[in-house]
């Protein structure tokens, strides 16, 4: 779809005593995707039907935002299952978890909600086709992600130990040693860098003629959204600000997708109140977007806390439209 740009003006503030004008360019889409969207209303329909507390397992999503609005309701975040009393109700996080949790759950008779993003379970799905149950047609899987991440930790949980391999980056893709060459598949975190992931899989498709690949593309249509996004206004930024948490690899790597995109320099910021303002001295064209794990709610107190300091002459460049919606889960639906 061709970039569209829509200017917007402000009134927010008494322009006639700023001392200069400031570009600002917001990128679209930003902020959250369906998957978020979900994962967030699964926990405010559990607290509004089964009453609080409801526990969740690990940040819904990774932003410190919606954390606290949750907490605000009456959600209760915990680490283990072991925190969650015998009666609770407990959701699990949009990144999923492994298998061992859900079981323990069960074991320990607590009421559940998965709040898994449905495209992450289409990743879970696609590991368990290619281990098939560990028979004859079983393939080794080269996991693409970040160690560590919850969706990565969830994603390797789904299958025996050992049946998965990670690979972090493209230098431990060309050096990774499979037992069987012949029979390998690979998947992808939902939320790496297009361009990172691209090549890492180039690599490996010359190294494995033989690997399997998803029928369709792992990272998901709001990640990639939101980096082109990014791609089509960072040249023309002297700062490209990123509104998310430092835990969301979204949000990482659209930082990463603005400076090697042609930004002068793109920052990570929480909210604008962890923003330094010395860093827009000498910047006359400012980017902004946010995380797919970041309310919206949080681009428009920057921006209002922008027109405070600057006549500010907004350009929003749509690079293309979101109607991705997900259902909740049967018990909620």
């Not at 930790?153 to 990670?166: E, F, N, S, W, Y």
């Not at 681009?299 to 600057?310: D, G």
Request: net charge negative; charged share 25%.
């Amino acid at each position: 779809m061709p970039e569209e740009t829509q200017t917007i003006t402000l009134a927010q503030a008494d322009n006639a005593a700023h001392t200069r004008t400031l570009k600002v360019l917001l990128a679209g889409p930003r902020g959250f995707c369906a998957g978020v969207d979900r994962a967030i209303r699964v926990v405010e329909e559990a607290i509004r039907r089964y009453g609080a507390p409801v526990y969740v397992r690990h940040e819904i999503v990774h932003n410190r935002t919606v954390v606290e609005e949750l907490e605000a309701q009456g959600a209760i975040f915990v680490e283990e299952l072991d925190e969650v009393p015998a009666d609770g109700h407990v959701v699990f996080s949009a990144h999923g978890v492994p298998k061992t949790v859900p079981a323990e759950a069960e074991r320990r008779n607590l009421l559940y909600l998965d709040a898994t993003c449905p495209l992450v379970s289409k990743v879970h799905r696609e590991a368990e086709r290619h281990f098939a149950g560990g028979g004859p047609d079983s393939r080794h899987i080269l996991m693409i992600g970040h160690a560590g991440h919850p969706e990565v930790v969830g994603t390797m949980g789904q299958l025996p130990a050992g049946a998965v391999t990670l690979i972090n980056d493209a230098e431990e893709a060309r050096t990774v040693q499979p037992a069987d060459p012949a029979r390998l598949a690979f998947i992808t975190q939902t939320t790496l860098s297009v361009d990172d992931t691209a090549e890492i899989v180039e690599i490996l498709r010359e190294r494995f003629p033989l690997i399997e690949g998803p029928k369709r593309e792992d990272i998901c249509y709001a990640t990639t959204n939101r980096q082109e996004a990014v791609k089509a206004i960072a040249a023309e930024c002297d700062l490209v600000i990123v509104i998310g948490s430092p835990n969301s690899s979204n949000s990482q790597r659209l930082r990463e997708v603005a400076e090697r995109s042609g930004a002068r320099r793109a920052l990570l910021v929480p909210r604008q109140c962890d923003l330094d303002w010395t860093v827009l001295e000498g910047v006359n064209t400012l980017g902004i977007t946010a995380g797919a794990s970041a309310p919206e709610a949080l681009v428009q107190e920057m921006v209002a806390e922008l027109a405070k300091r600057y006549t500010l002459q907004i350009d929003e460049r749509i690079v293309k439209e979101e109607s991705v919606i997900f259902r909740l889960p049967a018990p909620l639906g």
